[in-house]
């Protein structure tokens, strides 16, 4: 499987201009994850095509907020930490607006990134890590 395009959004000034990276490789995925800062770039949208796609905010104090989106939001996959509470909530930034998200749902860098290749390799959430699952 191989992903057919990436967008992210950055923010310059009051405004936010879209990048689009068609037919990414491994590089292409990485950096765009490696660029998500909570700031310039808060939001990264990876698809596989128009009905299925993963995204991945955040990315300030290695705080990032990730859900897969299949067959046009009929099934929803939101990451979670499962070591973390879901009673508490901490702030992130996606898509330029900050905004209150469980504890739990605010996963680490290296987690997100194994989310990441899993989905631009198999097209679907991995089974090695927690998810919540709506749909």
């Known amino acids: 499987m191989k992903l057919d395009k990436i967008l992210e959004d950055e923010t ?14 491994e590089k292409a995925l ?57 009673d508490e909530s901490l702030d992130v930034v996606v898509g330029g607006q900050s905004g209150s998200y469980p504890q739990n749902q605010c996963v680490d860098k290296e987690i997100a990134q194994q989310a990441l290749m899993y989905f631009s390799a198999h097209g679907t959430a991995d089974p090695g890590l927690t998810w919540d699952v709506e749909g």
Do not use: C, W
């Open 12 to 25: 310059q000034g009051n405004r936010s201009v879209t990048h689009e990276v068609h037919q990414p490789d």
């Open 30 to 86: 990485l950096s765009a994850l490696n660029r998500l800062d909570g700031k310039t770039f808060s939001s990264t949208m990876f698809f596989l095509d128009d009905e299925n796609f993963m995204s991945i905010g955040g990315g300030a104090q290695n705080r990032y907020v990730v859900f897969i989106a299949l067959d046009v939001d009929q099934k929803l996959f939101t990451l979670i930490a499962p070591d973390a509470s879901g």
